[in-house]
């Protein structure tokens, strides 16, 4: 049976049940596409291009260098590395000049869209729809064009929670075995954990970051603290690990009461600025009920606040 024809087959199937078979139904069902298309992926005008990378600039030049070494390790092996947008739009690219051609007529290159909506299952545009890892080989794509590559994805999620990116290494190699992708996909999940930390803390410049203690997640668990020990923000990592909301703004609370540090205000004569600020934290910046968690009136909160120079601003 042909590729395009068993692929029509499982996507109808209602026995069908795997992750792929369920991708490849999206693919089909959902965004109406023909696994036997054959028109290489559309590509962005440069004028466009230009404009996606730059909304994303301060990421792709803290990307940049873990993409480099990345490629160090598997570039000799005839791979692509390939850093896309949350669109599924590639931003980046790192391929040898002996391979680049070769690629490029598959699709891999800057600006062409990989996204699941636009070519089926493929590494990044499942990856990005299913917010996973995940290794398609082969003829697991959708469409019969693409069947002779091998793709290993991550995902890397913004310092909002969100996702941010896709991380991709792709072989067109006819020896590419399912154990040397395990191999590269292993890779690719460090190097995509390293660019989520390395941007997180780029995002916090003036705070320190706390690695929480994780010992079931292999992805960033990471909280960044501020001067008065107030939790400032985390990873999506940190807030699945803490109970907290996946994504969005981060409310400020204090470190002491995510992480089971010991928060003991009999020391507060030493540190009353600091206790204040984690009162009101603590309180939402409601003054009176943090007043009240001290055990002293509001106009004598309003006082300390002013001594200290402690405003609703800090919290």
Known sequence: MRHADFVAAQSRSKTASSALTASWRRSMVKHGLDPA???AP???SDAELVLRREML???LRVAGPQLDHLYSLIGASGCMVLLTDSDGLVLEHRASDADVRQFQDWGLSKGTDWSEAAQGTNGIGTCIVEKRQVTIHRDEHFRTRHTGLSCMDAPIWGPDGKLLAALDVSSARSDQNERFNRLIAAQVMQTAKAIETVFFKASFPDAR???APDEASDAAVLLAVDKHDIAIG??????RAYGLAREGDFRPQPAADLLGWQDDLSGFDKA?????IRA???ADGNVSAAARALGIGRATMYRRMSRLGVTEKDV
């Open 37 to 39: 298309d054959c028109r």
């Open 57 to 59: 600039d301060p990421f």
């Open 234 to 239: 985390a990873t999506r990592a940190a807030r």
């Open 209 to 211: 970051i706390v690695v």
């Open 272 to 276: 009353e600025r600091a206790a204040v």
């Open 280 to 282: 009101l934290a603590r």
């Open 42 to 44: 559309e590509r962005l």
